[in-house]
Structures are given as structure tokens and as C-alpha cells.
């Protein structure tokens, strides 16, 4: 068997268990898996073993909890040393639901990572789909995908490390090669490149291949193609600005209700949601998904129920026109609208220490714990923060470094961060949590992160304290990105987007004083927030989704309240009905 064709490893002392888990992996998944099947839990343990010693990867571990077999759990515990990166599922017998406490015990305690039921018949999809998902999210990780996209830079530059990270989020296919490795020089070499301005992008899905050298976000976006530029006379009923959860949810909402929608975003789709590993509190999902997943989901979905999208493009300014609102984007297009939603969500705060911040995509990262985590393998890793964000980078990273510390500034994390969270942290060996600790300086050694000092977070912080960390994921605050919208949106005093009841309808700024403001609309009428960005606003996945959910109904509303002047015909010409840009349905 081919060493890079990854390992499915069954261990089981349940004969039957055993039997059916086999059949079913080598008839469906054989081909592209090599399946390795254990007749006890030592023997399983051996094996993974010897599999990281010869540097195989295991993309997914199974152990049962059954009647025939109680030492599953305590296998799946253990093989997380061995390949801490592999998916682990329990496997559980319908009808045993006298097991039940031990396992959600055991997941909760992240021991394992989903709960599959045995296969009893043959094209047990639902077996299968769970499978598949494993596998799905366990490649994402990796990196593993075809190579659509050819990134050739320095392992060091912060532009690169942008570019990877925006690729990975944007579920773009690409694969990064160092200046100077041999498939980097080999293609330099084929292009005729010789000193060619870094990063190289090369689009290998073009005929012929389209090269560019060190792109701005605007070259990007349009040598991709993806999404254009609509029709300068096209008025849309809503623009939503940020494609975060909140404003993916108003996209796919409505579009689904008729409303002419255009998203743009001016990083990538899932917003800091899409940057989480795993989230294992959104309703419907109780495996848990990926925040890259449920946001890639949620686009593809608003897409093909008629959404336009602009990526990498950022909104510059909103102006008036009319009746209309206009959004300047930054490749010069002006779109007209409406209405728009404001859905731009925030970004983490920054340190603001020289030397760390000199060192930003050199061992520094804010947020990036997803496409960075692979490289912080065998090193000791430093996390930043208090919420779940934080939670769950320290879960990610712990997968591939030796050691992961989170740095909490206050005293606990129960008020802060969910307790499935809290417990799964407590309960990984290689993760430690320091509390009352801030970070106070750094180290670096060769141009790349050695060191971070932290002291206490008191009045009286004391001595600092040096802890080795060849990586540091920042994870901290909430600063809104509202600085594009004019000075008559109101804002609270540290700049979150005021709304309904909260907004201050007797204020001269306010647009229509006499009129009740919706519960989502800001100070300018037609105008709404939604999201993390909204002042008030309780930070979670599925609170943003349901901004985006309500807030359409308000749109009906605004629209329908008004609706847009009918055009003057010219003289000896006939007069037809108005028609509104979009098919608005009013409910």
C-alpha cells in the first residue's frame, strides 16, 4: 500500500461490531483509504503506534461502546496522543441506550468527536454521511485539495500569509510552495520568472495558466471571476455588506423572498465564524461543522437562490441619491440600492506591542488558527483570549503542537466561554490555561516567534515571565468595523452600530424622528445592523443567523412603506404599470 494513502483504523473487541465496520469501510471507502482493522484495544494501540512512527497519517479512528465492548472509550482517549489530529468516532449499537451517559460523557470530554450508529443494513447512508463528514473536515485541516490555485512566496512575508489564509477561508483550492523548494523553482523556471515581485499566484485551472506577482485584492478577484460587477443602471432591494453568518443568513433569506440581493465582502465568507474548527452548539448539528463549512454552505446556498456576490472588495462609503442609497466599493463601482444591511461584524483587537506586531505572520497570528495550525506541529504554542473563538483554536492547535497555553486575562472563563468548551480544555492533556496573565512582550530568533512575556494582569503585575512559543494566536476583543459609514449612523462609545429602542429618535442626526425606528434599523432610515456589529448584540453563531432571519421581514417593511417614485414617460409615450427593481413580496 501506497505510504501517503491515509489510515481508517477499526479496534474493537466486539466481534460483530468488528465484522460489520470492516465490510462496510473497505466496500465503500477502500479504494482512497487503506483500512486497518484491531481485534482488541492494546493491538490497536500498538499499531498507532508504529503509524506515527513511520510518519503515517490516520484521518479517522473508530472504537465501539457496546454490550461486547466497554474499553472503546477509554481507546478513543488514549489514541488521541498517538495522532491527535485524526477524527475519532464512537460507535454505538441502536437501542443500547443505557450507554448513553458514558458516551456524551466521553464527547463531551472530547475524548471522542462524533457518535455513529452501526450500519444494520447494507447502504446505511446515514452511517455513511456521518463517515463522510469526518473525512471531509479532517482533509479540510490537512490542506489537502487539488492545486487550482499555485502560491509561490516567502515562507515570512505577512502578504503570504494573507493570501494563505484568505484562500483557505474562501474555500479556494491552492497550495502554498516556498521560494526555493524545488516545485517553486521548477515553475518560476517554466513561466520564464526570474526575479519576479512576490508572492507568485498561479492559476492553474486557466488555459493558458494566468500569472500574477504580488496581486492586490482587486487583481485577484477579478482574475478568479467569480463574481462581477453588476449593470450600472441595476438597483438592488438590498445590499449587505460583510458575509459573515449574519449577513449570509439576510442573503440566503432574501433572496428566497424575492428581494434583488447583493453581498459584499471584503475578506472572506464566514466572517470570524468562518475561522472556527469546530462549532458544537449550532442547532442541527450534532457532530459539530466547521465554521468554514457552515459558512461555504450558507454562500453556495444564498448563490444559487439568486444572490450576487463581490468578494475581496471592500465598501468604502454610503451616500444618498434620491430615494436610493448608493455603496461605493473599493474597484470604483458605485452600486445603487434601496435599502442596506450593515452586517461588517468586528476584528480582533490587536496588542499593540511592537515586537509582537513586527513579527505578524511570522509566528503572530490574529485569529488564522485553521490554515496555520498544521504549521505550529511539535512546537509550543501560546492562544490569546476568553471566548469560545479562543476555545476553539486551543482545541484546533492542541491537534498539531506538542504544548497549547491560553492566556486569560481575567479570572475564570465561565463567564466568557460555553462549558462544553471549558470542560473539553480542562480535560487535553497538552493544553495548560493561565489566568490573571497578560502578554507584555516577545522574542523572536531567525525572523520567527521563540518566546512571549507575560505577567500578571493586576494592578501590581510583578516580574514578567518568558514562555517558549513558536506560535501565538491572538484571539481577543471586538473593534467594529464601521468606519466606512457616515457620521449620521449613530454609534455607541466604542463604535457598535445603535438600533431600534437603543437609537435616540429625538437626536437631530436621526433621518425620520417621527416614525418608530425598527428594532434593526439605525439611525438612518432604511439603514439596518445586524450581527456582531450591532450594539447589544450577544455573540454567537446562531443569534448573528437570526439577525439575518429577522431582519428581512424588516426590509418588506421599509419597502413597502417606500416605494419607489414611477418614472416620467416621455412626451406621446404610453405609461405602464411600475415595476419594482426585484420581485418584493410583502408579508
Not at 437609537?503 to 434599523?521: F, I, K
Request: net charge negative; hydrophobic share 40%.
Amino acid at each position: 500500500m501506497d505510504d501517503s494513502v491515509p489510515i481508517m483504523l477499526i479496534a474493537t473487541t466486539d466481534t460483530t461490531s468488528r465484522r460489520i465496520l470492516e465490510d462496510e469501510l473497505r466496500r465503500r471507502y477502500g479504494a482512497d483509504y487503506e483500512v486497518v482493522v484491531c481485534a482488541d484495544h492494546a493491538h490497536g494501540r500498538a499499531v498507532l503506534e508504529g503509524l506515527r512512527r513511520w510518519k503515517r497519517q490516520v484521518a479517522l479512528i473508530l472504537g465501539c461502546h457496546s454490550p461486547g465492548d466497554h474499553g472503546g472509550l477509554d481507546f478513543l482517549r488514549r489514541a488521541y496522543g498517538f495522532h491527535p489530529a485524526a477524527k475519532r468516532g464512537v460507535v454505538v449499537i441502536w437501542g443500547d441506550f443505557a450507554s448513553a451517559p458514558a458516551v456524551f460523557h466521553a464527547i463531551a470530554l472530547g475524548h471522542a468527536e462524533l457518535l455513529i450508529i452501526r450500519p444494520e443494513r447494507s447502504r446505511d447512508e446515514e452511517f455513511h454521511g456521518a463517515i463522510t463528514d469526518a473525512l471531509d473536515d479532517w482533509h479540510l485541516a490537512q490542506g489537502v485539495a487539488f492545486e487550482a490555485v499555485r502560491l509561490i512566496g516567502e515562507v515570512t512575508d505577512e502578504r503570504t500569509h494573507t493570501l494563505r489564509d484568505s484562500f483557505s477561508r474562501n474555500h479556494i483550492p491552492s497550495v502554498f510552495h516556498p521560494v526555493g523548494s524545488e516545485t517553486a523553482q521548477r515553475t518560476l523556471e517554466s513561466l520564464g520568472l526570474r526575479n519576479p515581485a512576490l508572492p507568485v499566484m498561479v492559476l492553474q485551472y486557466t488555459a493558458p495558466p494566468i500569472v500574477l506577482e504580488n496581486p492586490s485584492d482587486l487583481e485577484i478577484a477579478q482574475a478568479v471571476g467569480v463574481t462581477r460587477p453588476p449593470p450600472g443602471d441595476k438597483i438592488f432591494d438590498v445590499v449587505v455588506v460583510g458575509a459573515g453568518p449574519s449577513g449570509l443568513a439576510t442573503a440566503v433569506y432574501a433572496s428566497s423572498e424575492g428581494l434583488s440581493t447583493m453581498v459584499v465582502e471584503g475578506e472572506a465568507v464566514g466572517g470570524q465564524a468562518g475561522t472556527s474548527s469546530l462549532i458544537r452548539n449550532y442547532p442541527g448539528f450534532s457532530r459539530g461543522v466547521s465554521g468554514a463549512h457552515l459558512a461555504y454552505r450558507s454562500f453556495h446556498q444564498a448563490w444559487i437562490l439568486g444572490t450576487d456576490f463581490l468578494f475581496l472588495r471592500k465598501v468604502e462609503g454610503l451616500g444618498v441619491d434620491g430615494a436610493l442609497y448608493t455603496v461605493s466599493i473599493s474597484d470604483g463601482t458605485l452600486v445603487r440600492c434601496r435599502t442596506v444591511v450593515v452586517a461588517t461584524g468586528v476584528d480582533y483587537r490587536r496588542l499593540g506591542i511592537p515586537e509582537l506586531e513586527d513579527l505578524l505572520g511570522r509566528g503572530v497570528f490574529y485569529g488564522a488558527t485553521v490554515s496555520e495550525a498544521p504549521s505550529m506541529a511539535g512546537k509550543h504554542v501560546c492562544v490569546v483570549g476568553g471566548g469560545n473563538s479562543a476555545g476553539q483554536a486551543v482545541l484546533h492547535l492542541a491537534k498539531y503542537a506538542a504544548k497549547v497555553t491560553l492566556l486569560v486575562r481575567g479570572p475564570s472563563l465561565s463567564v466568557s466561554m460555553s462549558d462544553y468548551l471549558i470542560s473539553q480544555l480542562v480535560a487535553t492533556r497538552n493544553v495548560a490555561i493561565r489566568y490573571s496573565t497578560k502578554i507584555v512582550g516577545g522574542r523572536a530568533r531567525d525572523g520567527f516567534l521563540a518566546a512571549v512575556k507575560v505577567a500578571a494582569s493586576g494592578a501590581d503585575a510583578g516580574p514578567s515571565e518568558e514562555i517558549e512559543a513558536g506560535g501565538l494566536f491572538v484571539l481577543i476583543g471586538s473593534v467594529p468595523r464601521t468606519s466606512w459609514l457616515p457620521d449620521t449612523v449613530e454609534r455607541d462609545p466604542a463604535g457598535f452600530v445603535r438600533t431600534g429602542s437603543s437609537r435616540n429618535v429625538s437626536d437631530g442626526r436621526s433621518g425620520r424622528p417621527d416614525r418608530a425606528p425598527l428594532s434593526l434599523e439605525t439611525s438612518m432610515p432604511g439603514i439596518f445592523a445586524i450581527g456582531d456589529v450591532r450594539a447589544g448584540s450577544i455573540k454567537r453563531v446562531a443569534t448573528a443567523v437570526g439577525d439575518g432571519a429577522t431582519v428581512v421581514s424588516m426590509l418588506h417593511t421599509y419597502l413597502a412603506e417606500n416605494p419607489l417614485p414611477a418614472p416620467h414617460p416621455a412626451p406621446g409615450e404610453a405609461t405602464a404599470p411600475e415595476e419594482l427593481p426585484g420581485n418584493v413580496r410583502f408579508s
